[in-house]
């Protein structure tokens, strides 16, 4: 098993680009089963995620593979005949995104039996909406022996009233959608860019889609959907991620390909704590102030600020000068990187889904475990900043989300190195 091992205390400068993101490269791939034949994507993250993607796809029959030398973001995916509507419990346990399989297999299929994800370390993270927008749509739903059974003649359209915004849910049912008989209007839609970049690809594989970005989304159903490709959009967590290297560590540094208009959020609360950022050659560009300022911030859905930066900015914040209160209303778990921060020194306590973050003048390596993925990057920030030595164990949990993070960090100047545990 890997460790990142970060030495602090380097200032990072120059400039690196943003990959793929790996959140609509998830639902992309699944929607290449709405049609037959060979989709190609590029600018596909290098991710476990995206792997076990393309595993899903493959043990149901798809050809499903990533290209290889100077064409390794390129993946193809190939839907023929005889393909098996099932998404097994060894894959789902492994990602929980492979649920979205489930709206583009009883669309085009009738049929999908795929395993119910379970709850993960951030939150329960139920999937009744995706039920509810799928039985709206005329699918027989059954729940049997850990798998999810879902059958239909042909889907109707409906309209479906999201009960709470879910950014999957809202992608699994539209998914559904766009091959059922009739017209769709989903209600309470997410309107993330992941959400509103799945509709792009939607509608130039033939769907008829309005409104995706918004919280109602129209969909008139068509018999077939052809094959399609597209580039990716670039990852705005990552790019935040990489923002926050620069803040945390007092360095300037510019993220090629980040999108400022996805980042809004996240670019104004690090105005608000000090930091210089600006648009320029195609990407945004963070300076560190001197001192940090203490922020306040609450997550939400988009446009607010993200719940995948909350970690991050928190580390920030750990070291700003001043008190910072940080609510997280997405996942009533995802404070778990609270207790290895008090490792390092950070001074934050936590009040049911508030914590309470007083800036410390100085964090110190420490040996730290990551529990999630965002916890994961959050760690290496605290890393970059810190007195000494850091060792990250149980970075299985950042492969899944960050492409080769330790080689953008270095490539800024980081010590930093991926070792064996
Ligand atoms: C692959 C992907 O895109 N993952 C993102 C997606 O996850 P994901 O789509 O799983 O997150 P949701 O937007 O669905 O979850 C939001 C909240 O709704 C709850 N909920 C959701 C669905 C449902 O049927 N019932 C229910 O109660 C969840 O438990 C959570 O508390 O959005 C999250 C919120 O921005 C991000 O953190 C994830 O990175
Ligand atoms: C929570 C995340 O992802 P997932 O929904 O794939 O678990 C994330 O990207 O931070």
Redesign the pocket.
């Known amino acids: 098993m890997d460790k990142i091992v970060v030495k602090g205390g380097r200032a990072l400068h120059g400039e690196v680009q943003a990959s793929g993101a ?2 609509a490269a ?2 992309i791939l699944a929607s290449s089963l709405l049609a037959d034949g060979q989709s190609t994507y590029r600018n596909v993250p290098d991710l476990v ?1 995206v792997a076990t993607m393309l595993k899903v796809l493959r043990t149901m029959g798809c050809g499903a593979e990533r290209l290889t030398e100077s064409r390794k973001d390129v993946c193809e995916i190939t839907v023929g005949s005889g393909i098996t509507p099932e998404a097994p419990y060894d894959l789902v346990k492994t990602m ?2 492979s649920v ?1 399989v489930l709206g583009p297999l009883v669309a085009r299929y009738g049929r999908a039996r795929v395993s119910m994800p379970g709850g993960c370390a ?11 927008g799928l039985k709206a749509l005329g699918a027989d739903i059954t729940l049997t022996e850990g798998y999810v059974e879902a059958r239909a003649e042909r889907l109707h359209g409906a309209t479906v009233n999201f ?9 699994n049912v539209m998914m559904a959608a766009v091959l059922a008989k009739g017209r769709t209007v989903l209600e309470n839609c ?1 309107r ?1 860019p ?1 959400v509103e970049e799945l509709a792009r690809v939607l509608v130039k594989m033939g769907a008829r889609i309005e409104g995706a970005g918004t919280s109602v989304i129209t969909i008139d159903g068509v018999d077939r959907l052809n094959p399609v490709e597209h580039a990716i959009l670039p990852d705005r ?1 990552e790019a935040g991620t990489l923002l926050v290297a620069a803040a945390i560590s007092g360095g300037d540094v510019l993220v090629k390909h980040a999108v400022p208009e996805h980042m809004e959020a996240v670019v104004l609360k690090l105005r608000e704590a000090g930091c210089t950022v600006t648009t320029e050659n195609g990407g945004v560009r963070c300076k560190a102030p001197e001192t940090l300022r203490p922020v306040d911030v609450t997550t939400t ?2 446009p607010g600020f ?3 930066m909350q970690a991050q900015l928190m580390v920030l914040l750990s070291v700003a000068q001043g008190t910072s209160v940080i609510s997280e209303h ?3 778990n995802r404070f778990m990187h609270v207790a290895e921060l008090h490792r390092m020194g950070a001074d934050i306590t936590i009040q049911g889904p508030t914590a309470v973050v007083k800036g410390v003048r100085k964090l110190s390596g420490a040996p730290v475990m990551a529990t999630d ?1 965002r916890a994961s990057a959050s760690l290496i920030l605290a890393g970059l900043r810190a007195e000494g030595r850091t060792d990250v164990q149980r970075v299985y949990h950042l492969d899944r ?1 960050y492409e080769r993070l330790e080689l953008k960090l270095r490539g800024l100047g980081a010590d930093i190195q991926r070792m064996k545990a």
């Open positions: 790996k959140n998830l639902p995620d929980r995104a979205l951030i939150g329960a993270r139920p999937i009744d909406q995706h039920l509810k009960d709470l915004i879910t950014v999957t849910g809202t992608e997410a993330e992941e967590i859905e988009h993200p719940t995948d997405i996942f009533e993925l989300g």
